[in-house]
């Protein structure tokens, strides 16, 4: 049984300000040169570990384009729906969403948190896990999210999430959690996404955590400047083999990513984590960073605040943590 996995393609029909080249145009390539693989590779399931779009409530026409594409696939697709597919990191919002437009219409299969599905096929039975995007993913009950219970009679179980799940610490104010404290997963293949840099295949006692990072470059972060865009092959059969492979048609960073705002950026995160940490000062930081979107939440409904706004506000505030993290990291 073959499957492909990619993640966190951040569909969207505008430029993003480090963008020199067309992405809408970019991204549809990407998406073809994904097809082309799944019909070469003779792929049995497509597995997509959410953001499928930039934003939950993107343009129709669009959506068209990409769910055209998406059918030539001809393959079942499974995924778990990322931050930025639902609203105010909600997946019970996914109805509302051009996510749940797209299950509705039967040309994905959206995975509900902690539920599974068996896949069969040349006498191996394979148990898919999924768990969608939602504020408290990397919180205190992160092993809610993470680790699962492999069901008896299944050959493989594959456990999908959308999380900050990492190798290393990562640097202070950024909810995350470490493949060493969920070693003891039933999975024996956890596939995470919304980490863009994505940290490839590591293994653990056995177990198998894999994320090939986005196919999508939206910052000009220097990760982002030297890193093409991959997809994971993953075969099962007697043994488990995984396979990391380069999209021929994403260019190198220098040809489509432009640092010129990048240091204006970076400074004004710096600020907004010094206030984080202002703020932190006082109390527990972690506890502080959900209090400030717990406000945000607060002041958007007292005050009758469209939910567009108020969605808009928490994704600026996450897209700035995590490059301000990610730059700092990578310095």
């Not at 969608?132 to 299944?154: H, L, M, W």
């Not at 489509?256 to 705002?261: D, I, K, M, Q």
């Not at 959900?290 to 005050?303: L, P, T």
Request: hydrophobic fraction near 35%.
């Amino acid at each position: 049984m073959k499957f492909l996995f990619f993640t966190d393609s951040h569909i969207r029909g505008t430029n993003p300000r480090s963008r020199t080249d067309d992405y809408y145009s970019a991204l549809k390539t990407k998406f073809n040169e994904i097809g082309e693989l799944i019909s070469k590779l003779q792929v049995d399931y497509v597995l997509h570990g959410g953001d499928w779009f930039d934003r939950p409530d993107i343009s129709p026409s669009i959506v068209r384009e990409f769910a055209i594409i998406i059918r030539k696939f001809n393959r079942p697709v499974y995924t778990v729906a990322g931050n930025h597919d639902i609203f105010g990191h909600n997946p019970d919002t996914l109805s509302r969403t051009m996510l749940g437009l797209l299950e509705g219409a039967e040309v994905i299969s959206v995975i509900r948190s902690g539920k599974s599905v068996i896949l069969e096929k040349d006498g191996k039975r394979v148990q898919l896990y999924g768990n969608s995007y939602d504020f408290d993913i990397d919180g205190e009950n992160f092993r809610s999210y993470y680790v699962v219970d492999k069901e008896p009679g299944t050959d493989y179980c594959i456990n999908m999430v959308h999380g900050m799940l990492l190798p290393r610490r990562f640097i202070e104010g950024i909810k995350y959690t470490l493949i060493e404290d969920i070693a003891d997963t039933g999975a024996d293949i956890t596939l995470a996404g919304h980490y863009h840099t994505g940290f490839g295949i590591k293994k653990v006692d056995e177990k198998y955590f894999v994320n090939p990072g986005s196919i999508a470059r939206i910052s000009a972060i220097k990760s982002e400047m030297t890193r093409i865009p991959e997809v994971a092959v993953i075969e099962l059969d007697e043994t488990v083999d995984i396979q990391m492979i380069k999209l021929q048609t994403a260019l190198p960073g220098e040809q489509v990513l432009n640092r010129e705002h990048i240091e204006a950026e970076y400074d004004r995160t710096l600020k907004l984590n010094q206030f984080f940490r202002s703020v932190g000062a006082v109390r527990d930081y972690e506890q502080a960073r959900i209090d400030i979107n717990r406000i945000i939440e607060e002041i958007a409904s007292s005050e009758g605040l469209e939910d567009n706004v108020r969605l808009e506000t928490i994704r600026r505030l996450e897209l700035a943590r995590q490059n301000f993290s990610e730059e700092e990291v990578n310095d």
